[in-house]
């Protein structure tokens, strides 16, 4: 099994590059499972329904999302009716959505984690206790399973990733926005990387209109963040997965950027 993820898509800009840049990845992996993160999808901020719809047909399997997950208030309509998104599966318990779905596709099932880290970020549930809650719950019955920590401390995402070594197929970090250069498979078979990077406006900060953010650091006074405009960059990651044990046989970054030329 063939698994991309794509990852955080920012606003207007990230969901352009994503309709131009699937048609490419779908040719290059014709039976790949796509995942994406689209908690920043509109206007760096949540998500709608209308633009959940665009990435689906975009052909986009599975959607996880973050610590925006609320921010467009409509989603408190959809996300319950929505079989093909999750959130934090560490929300407190009552939260709308599900934090855990099995994504059909491609002739395979595979099951998708999405956590929120807790070291800067709000002290929401504990994320290692929950993943260990759902694994007991999915024991025996899914060989690929993926999981999306959605945090802002490497540290913490490292933890992640070796305290689920063996147990999942894929340990992927979202949120920090700029992709990382420690892919790897961990001894005991499962694909790490700490993050997967953006899909948004390659020249702001983080995907944000960079003359705010400068402002904001410069004088500590109250700026609105406004998402960048221009060229893209479009960073996912390839992981393919054993048929027979759901473990990672290899682990690659995947990074496009607007009118560069790009040896396919």
Do not use: C
């Amino acid at each position: 099994m063939r698994l991309v993820f794509i990852g955080d898509i920012v606003g207007s800009v990230g969901r352009r590059a994503l309709k131009e840049i699937m048609p490419k990845l779908k040719r290059q992996y014709p039976n790949a499972v796509f995942i994406a993160n689209g908690e920043n999808a509109a206007a760096g901020r949540g998500i709608t329904a209308v633009l959940a719809k665009e990435i689906f047909e975009l052909g986009v399997h599975g959607l996880t999302m973050g610590n925006h997950t609320w921010d467009n208030k409509d989603i408190f309509e959809w996300i319950d009716d929505e079989p093909r998104i999750v959130r934090p599966a560490n929300f407190p318990e009552g939260n709308p959505g599900k934090g855990h779905m099995i994504v059909k596709a491609m002739g395979h099932e595979l099951a998708v984690i999405n956590l929120q880290g807790r070291t800067f970020l709000p002290a929401i549930d504990d994320p290692f206790r929950k993943v260990d809650d759902i694994l007991e719950q999915l024991k025996g019955k899914y060989k690929y399973i993926m999981v999306d920590f959605h945090a802002e401390a490497t540290s913490e995402k490292i933890a992640m990733g070796w305290h689920l070594d063996g147990r999942v197929s894929l340990v992927v970090g979202t949120h920090t926005h700029v992709q990382t250069n420690d892919e790897r498979i961990l001894p005991q078979g499962t694909a790490y990387l700490t993050d997967a990077g953006m899909t948004g406006p390659r020249d702001g900060i983080l995907g944000m209109e960079r003359g705010a953010v400068l402002h904001k650091f410069k004088t500590q006074l109250p700026v609105r963040f406004v998402v960048d405009e221009g060229k893209y960059h479009f960073h996912a990651v390839t992981v393919d997965l054993d048929a027979a044990t759901g473990k990672a046989k290899s682990i690659a970054k995947i990074r496009y950027i607007e009118d560069e030329f790009v040896m396919e």
